[in-house]
T-cell receptor
Framework: GENVEQHPSTLSVQEGDSAVIKCTYS??????FPWYKQELGKRPQLIID?????GEKKDQRIAVTLNKTAKHFSLHITETQPEDSAVYFC???????????FGQGTELSVKP | EPEVTQTPSHQVTQMGQEVILRCVPI?????FYWYRQILGQKVEFLVS????????KSEIFDDQFSVERPDGSNFTLKIRSTKLEDSAMYFC?????????????????FGDGTRLSIL
């Protein structure tokens, strides 16, 4: 069935370092891949998304890459700051009603 | 910026009781969703709703669950007879504004969630 695997489950970096979170998906029909940031007790907030006709997208310190052949997509955060600390979720979606299948989440900790 | 709003923020209910969780999606959005997140786990899809009917539902969304859009603004999730394992955070989301057209690849905006605690 549809599944999104996300790694690592926890990630600790020093302030200023880069962080990379990786996801793989199983459903070939998936063509939309958003990333959400969730702070403790709060809503998931969309931080960046990528569509299947694009291989890479960048927004300031955040970038996402997509390899459709390998069914991999990754989130890259450069120059990390303590306020980047949160749980990050990747997700995969398709055109059939738009439901999102989420990965298990990565708890990112940025140490000052 | 328009937001999805959910009420109540926290609901405590005895097992076996009915609960209704309420959501006001972003005005002029057309697609509505419910997700749930058990504490410490990932977000799980429950149901999508479009044009006054369910578009898709997951295995979690069994006969105990129902959704309704009783008027032009509210979108509700009802759990008929709650179980202990229904305890979770329930998120409502909406996507697509009228001038966007296709559902394909439109961002979903989440509400703050309702924390449901079943005793």
């Amino acid at each position: 069935g549809e599944n999104v695997e996300q790694h690592p489950s926890t990630l600790s970096v020093q302030e200023g370092d880069s962080a990379v979170i990786k996801c793989t998906y199983s459903d070939s029909a998936s063509n939309y891949f958003p990333w959400y940031k969730q702070e403790l007790g709060k809503r998931p907030q969309l931080i960046i998304d990528i569509r299947s006709n694009v291989g890479e997208k960048k927004d300031q310190r955040i970038a996402v890459t997509l390899n459709k052949t390998a069914k991999h997509f990754s989130l890259h955060i450069t120059e990390t700051q303590p306020e980047d600390s949160a749980v990050y979720f990747c997700a995969g979606g398709d055109n059939q009603g738009g439901k999102l299948i989420f990965g298990q989440g990565t708890e990112l900790s940025v140490k000052p | 910026e328009p937001e999805v709003t959910q009420t109540p923020s926290h609901q405590v209910t005895q097992m076996g009781q009915e609960v209704i969780l309420r959501c006001v999606p972003i005005s002029n959005h057309l697609y509505f969703y419910w997700y749930r997140q058990i504490l410490g786990q990932k977000v799980e899809f429950l149901v999508s709703f479009y044009n006054n009917e369910i578009s898709e539902k997951s295995e979690i969304f069994d006969d105990q669950f129902s959704v309704e859009r009783p008027d032009g603004s509210n979108f509700t999730l009802k759990i008929r007879s709650t179980k202990l394992e229904d305890s979770a955070m329930y998120f409502c989301a909406s996507s697509v504004s009228l001038d966007r057209g296709s559902i394909s690849n439109q961002p979903q905006h989440f509400g703050d969630g309702t924390r449901l605690s079943i005793l």
